[in-house]
T-cell receptor
Framework: KNEVEQSPQNLTAQEGEFITINCSYSVGISALHWLQQHPGGGIVSLFMLSSGKKKHGRLIATINIQEKHSSLHITASHPRDSAVYICAVHGGSQGNLIFGKGTKLSVKP | DTEVTQTPKHLVMGMTNKKSLKCEQHMGHRAMYWYKQKAKKPPELMFVYSYEKLSINESVPSRFSPECPNSSLLNLHLHALQPEDSALYLC??????????????FGEGSWLTVV
């Protein structure tokens, strides 16, 4: 079993829909990241969480430390949100990032 | 300036060539990382530098040689690579290694093709 599990693996939505991507982890962590990667390659850090909830524009990220679960929500989705969203946690003996396999989101106009 | 700049964006090299990938940040970060990413897979950690010293080498073959000449620069020297080394190479930096309050910034990556 992977230490960081994301669901769903693939997600297709219509423009304007509310989107949720889930991340569960099995290790002790000091922080959790939500990352966005477009087909061009570069990775953008969207959120870093160690507790509670954060909001940036149409994006909301939550984390429940007791349940070892985080969610990324996108409100009023837009085709430019199409990307791979990756959950990564700081865990392990040296606090390195452990990545989930990513969720490929496609938002249709 | 919250950028991590990687050059070149694309590199095609033969198996006998010697080339280098470069990474630069001016955020005062003292932790810098090299990751390798194959298509449709998450990034895999290769090396971590902490305060310009190599702190983690994830059993990477010696044909990859990292160098951190100063706190702003990170190089990855490539020699005698194999076609299976073709991948996206991502550089990243953070204030320090570890998790608490430590946002990690990634570069756009260097696409490497070994022919």
């Amino acid at each position: 079993k992977n230490e960081v599990e994301q669901s769903p693996q693939n997600l297709t939505a219509q423009e304007g829909e509310f989107i949720t991507i889930n991340c569960s982890y099995s290790v002790g962590i000091s922080a959790l990241h939500w990352l966005q990667q477009h087909p061009g390659g570069g990775i953008v850090s969207l959120f870093m969480l160690s507790s509670g909830k954060k909001k940036h524009g149409r994006l909301i990220a939550t984390i429940n430390i007791q349940e070892k679960h985080s969610s990324l929500h996108i409100t009023a989705s837009h085709p430019r949100d199409s990307a791979v969203y990756i959950c990564a946690v700081h865990g392990g003996s040296q606090g390195n990032l452990i990545f989930g396999k990513g969720t490929k989101l496609s938002v249709k106009p | 300036d919250t950028e991590v700049t990687q050059t070149p964006k694309h590199l095609v090299m033969g198996m006998t060539n010697k080339k280098s990938l470069k990474c630069e940040q001016h955020m005062g970060h003292r932790a810098m990382y090299w990751y390798k990413q194959k298509a449709k897979k998450p990034p895999e950690l290769m090396f971590v530098y902490s305060y310009e010293k190599l702190s983690i080498n994830e059993s990477v073959p010696s044909r990859f040689s990292p160098e951190c000449p100063n706190s702003s620069l990170l190089n990855l020297h490539l020699h005698a690579l194999q076609p299976e080394d073709s991948a996206l190479y991502l550089c990243a930096s953070s204030r320090i290694t570890g998790g608490y309050g430590n946002t990690i910034y990634f570069g756009e990556g260097s696409w490497l093709t070994v022919v």
